[in-house]
């Protein structure tokens, strides 16, 4: 969801929907798997959350990545990478040999 909201500022149905699109659908979250990780990232200070102005009743939270959640995805996806290419070496010892050329 960082890699989400590093992109742009996002209310909840808007991070579900980009989570699935860029997914190509192979993602799918529901508003009880979603609201929880927004409301620990905030808690974490990786996110801000503010009510978006307008109908009292149609007000939705809209959902912000800080410095240090910036700072937090880039050593996620370093992590990430390091481990995928772990992976690779190891379901494909020859993936290693073919990058060198």
């Known amino acids: 969801m960082l890699a989400i909201l590093a992109e742009r500022p996002a209310h909840g149905y808007a991070v579900v929907k980009a989570v699935r ?3 190509g659908g192979k993602l799918r979250l529901s508003e009880g798997q979603l609201y929880p990780v927004l409301y620990a990232l905030e808690a974490a200070e990786w996110v801000t959350a503010e009510w978006e102005n307008g109908d009292p009743e149609s007000r939705r939270r809209i959902y912000a990545i800080t ?4 700072a937090e ?6 992590r990430w990478s390091d481990f995928a290419a772990s992976v690779t070496r190891l379901l494909r010892p020859d993936a290693t ?4 050329s």
Request: charge should be positive.
């Open 67 to 70: 410095d240090a959640g910036r």
């Open 97 to 100: 040999t073919e990058a060198k």
């Open 21 to 23: 699109e860029k997914s």
């Open 73 to 78: 995805l880039a050593d996620r996806t370093k």
